[in-house]
């Protein structure tokens, strides 16, 4: 008779698998809550203490830690000597093994849980047996996803046991679960022990979909989430439309990042290719989104909105008059649900926007490389900022260049950004030079740059931006300041009466 060893935490699809392998003449070996479980549903077990000879220790912490186990794991079955010596023991074969692992992200997550629980809930001889029967995997399959139990089930059902292949693939699923769950605990202990870049960098991502392609139709691409996603499209719930594409994913990141420098004020962000190209906060989400649709109409085209209060069915039929990509809201009326879902393909995704982003750190990924860094969360208030000019600032103008420092930064570099009366009005956007970025921001404002305020991602090396900042009427310009030629541009704004500050903290975006 063949034995299968069950060890699970996930106890989904347990009964029946394990009363399969039974009428399959599989003999249940199982351990603790699991042994329980099966026999609570009328399945015969053998306790693991039976095949070790030895009871279950330190409240479970030791009781598959043991030879008997272990080399009726590792027993290379057409190895002469590996047989004779569990003969020579005594160690009966272990033919199957179905094992997932204590609940530790789950732990992770509660509320208010201790650092000791956290601890007891790192799983020693599950990954240990997963791993001894993996390795073996030419000879025993391993199971560590309820979700391949009715696969197994039926090969043995049909050929007696598994395919090598099969096997295989098992194996390789089971060093996957490991490696996640190892590199769970260890995010936990090094953002406990505060170290923010350890000598090596263990990450885990979960499979949310695959997608129909990449950035283009030849490119294979799939969407993951990390381990705790908050403020983030993985958390997101799509209430219709077609399924996100991979740009979708991208352009909806980008804008939610815009939004959440606004919050607890109406804002509306449109967003194309990874750029605002429209921003407006208002007194209500209605006035922020006119806002922002005014000040690019035509880029919004084929774009995504991005908004921090609920849809309701004035701003649902002015949204619909246009074509989206994807709106994202914290909520939608069922008013503005019947008028947007009028457009079949359109994404509707519902994201509480209160939520805190929940990554501190941010990943880019370079030709067999990985550049790791702080998210770029930098602020600035009025008190920041270092007036440099002859001239101050307005109150009015002051706001503005605030306003416009908080979306800058998010405007790819070299940036440049106008705003006026709470909205942009253009917006220059990954130029070689600063000046021509400028030049693109003051061409989109057209009438509207007159009396404007200006904001730039970094400092000015030259004068030649001031210079077309007074020739288009700006009044006021915000930017980091550092240039060992600051002097050259703070004379150039005093010269046409161009009030400007220093915020001492640059915004590039690569």
Same mark, same amino acid.
């Given at each position: 008779?063949?034995?299968?060893?069950?060890?699970?935490?996930?106890?989904?699809?347990?009964?029946?698998?394990?009363?399969?392998?039974?009428?399959?003449?599989?003999?249940?070996?199982?351990?603790?809550?699991? !042994? !329980?479980? *099966?026999?609570?549903?009328?399945?015969?077990?053998?306790?693991?203490? =039976?095949?070790?000879?030895?009871?279950?220790?330190?409240?479970?912490?030791?009781?598959?830690?043991?030879?008997?186990?272990?080399?009726?794991?590792?027993?290379?079955?057409?190895?002469?000597?590996?047989?004779?010596?569990?003969?020579?023991?005594?160690?009966?074969?272990?033919?199957?093994?179905? %094992?997932?692992?204590?609940?530790?992200?789950?732990?992770?997550?509660k509320e208010g849980v201790s650092h000791a629980e956290?601890?007891?809930?790192?799983?020693?001889?599950?990954?240990?047996?997963?791993?001894?029967?993996?390795?073996?995997?030419?000879?025993?399959?391993?199971?560590?996803?309820?979700?391949?139990?009715?696969?197994?089930?039926?090969?043995?059902?049909?050929?007696?046991?598994?395919?090598?292949?099969?096997?295989?693939?098992?194996?390789?699923?089971?060093?996957?679960?490991t490696a996640r769950y190892d590199a769970m605990i260890?995010?936990?202990?090094?953002?406990?022990?505060?170290?923010?870049?350890?000598?090596?960098?263990?990450?885990?991502?979960?499979?949310?979909?695959? &997608?129909?392609?990449?950035?283009?139709?030849?490119? @294979?691409?799939?969407?993951?989430?990390?381990?705790?996603?908050?403020?983030?499209?993985?958390?997101?719930?799509?209430?219709?439309?077609?399924?996100?594409?991979?740009?979708?994913?991208?352009?909806?990141?980008?804008?939610?990042? %815009? &939004?959440?420098?606004?919050?607890?004020?109406?804002?509306?962000?449109?967003?194309?290719?990874?750029?605002?190209?429209?921003?407006?906060?208002?007194?209500?989400?209605?006035?922020?989104?006119?806002?922002?649709?005014?000040?690019?109409?035509?880029?919004?085209?084929?774009?995504?909105?991005?908004?921090?209060?609920? %849809?309701?069915?004035?701003?649902?039929?002015? &949204?619909?008059?246009?074509?989206?990509?994807?709106?994202?809201?914290?909520?939608?009326?069922?008013?503005?649900?019947?008028?947007?879902?009028?457009? !079949?393909?359109?994404?509707? *995704?519902?994201? =509480?926007?209160?939520?805190?982003?929940?990554?501190?750190?941010?990943?880019?990924?370079?030709?067999?490389?990985? &550049?790791?860094?702080?998210m770029d969360r930098a602020s600035a208030s009025a008190?920041? *900022?270092?007036?440099?000019?002859?001239?101050?600032?307005?109150?009015?103008?002051?706001?503005?260049?605030?306003?416009?420092?908080?979306?800058?930064?998010?405007?790819?570099?070299?940036?440049?950004?106008?705003?006026?009366?709470?909205?942009?009005?253009?917006?220059?956007?990954?130029?070689?030079?600063?000046?021509?970025?400028?030049?693109?921001?003051?061409?989109?404002?057209?009438?509207?740059?007159?009396?404007?305020?200006?904001?730039?991602?970094?400092?000015?090396?030259?004068?030649?931006?001031?210079?077309?900042?007074?020739?288009?009427?700006?009044?006021?310009?915000?930017?980091?300041?550092?240039?060992?030629?600051?002097?050259?541009?703070?004379?150039?704004?005093?010269? @046409?009466?161009?009030?400007?500050?220093?915020?001492?903290?640059?915004?590039?975006?690569?």
């Open positions: 008779m063949k034995r299968a060893l069950i060890s699970v935490s996930d106890k989904t699809g347990l009964s029946d698998f394990a009363k399969g392998l039974q009428e399959n003449g599989y003999e249940i070996i199982s351990t603790g809550g699991t !042994k !329980k479980a *099966l026999e609570d549903s009328g399945v015969n077990c053998i306790s693991i203490s =039976d095949i070790t000879g030895f009871p279950e220790i330190m409240d479970g912490r030791v009781k598959t830690l043991h030879p008997n186990v272990h080399g009726a794991l590792l027993c290379v079955r057409d190895n002469p000597e590996h047989v004779a010596a569990i003969r020579d023991l005594g160690i009966e074969d272990i033919d199957l093994v179905c %094992v997932n692992l204590y609940p530790f992200r789950e732990t992770v997550q956290i601890i007891e809930n790192i799983d020693i001889g599950g990954p240990s047996m997963l791993r001894s029967a993996s390795k073996n995997y030419r000879y025993i399959p391993v199971l560590c996803d309820p979700s391949d139990y009715e696969k197994v089930l039926t090969e043995i059902r049909e050929n007696g046991e598994t395919s090598l292949d099969t096997r295989e693939k098992l194996a390789a699923k089971v060093f996957r679960h260890a995010d936990y202990l090094t953002k406990k022990t505060n170290e923010e870049f350890p000598e090596s960098m263990t990450i885990t991502f979960d499979k949310v979909q695959d &997608l129909r392609y990449g950035e283009n139709p030849h490119q @294979h691409a799939a969407f993951y989430a990390g381990m705790n996603p908050q403020y983030s499209l993985a958390n997101a719930k799509q209430l219709h439309g077609k399924e996100l594409s991979y740009n979708n994913i991208q352009d909806g990141n980008a804008a939610i990042e %815009v &939004l959440k420098d606004f919050e607890g004020t109406p804002a509306a962000v449109g967003l194309k290719h990874m750029n605002p190209c429209g921003v407006g906060i208002g007194n209500t989400i209605n006035e922020a989104w006119d806002k922002a649709y005014d000040a690019d109409p035509v880029s919004i085209f084929g774009g995504i909105v991005a908004l921090n209060e609920p %849809v309701d069915a004035e701003l649902a039929e002015k &949204l619909s008059k246009i074509f989206l990509e994807i709106i994202i809201a914290p909520g939608f009326t069922p008013e503005a649900m019947e008028i947007l879902t009028r457009k !079949k393909n359109i994404r509707l *995704l519902e994201l =509480d926007t209160t939520l805190a982003p929940n990554n501190t750190l941010k990943y880019t990924n370079v030709n067999d490389g990985l &550049l790791v860094q702080d008190e920041d *900022l270092v007036c440099v000019t002859n001239r101050k600032p307005t109150d009015e103008e002051l706001k503005q260049l605030l306003f416009g420092w908080k979306v800058v930064k998010h405007v790819k570099s070299n940036a440049i950004v106008l705003v006026k009366d709470d909205q942009t009005i253009g917006v220059g956007a990954g130029q070689m030079n600063r000046v021509g970025a400028a030049k693109i921001a003051i061409e989109q404002a057209a009438d509207k740059a007159a009396g404007s305020v200006m904001a730039s991602d970094a400092f000015f090396p030259m004068p030649d931006t001031v210079e077309e900042a007074a020739k288009a009427g700006i009044t006021a310009i915000i930017q980091p300041g550092g240039s060992i030629k600051d002097q050259l541009s703070i004379d150039e704004c005093n010269k @046409h009466g161009i009030a400007m500050v220093f915020t001492g903290t640059r915004h590039f975006k690569h």
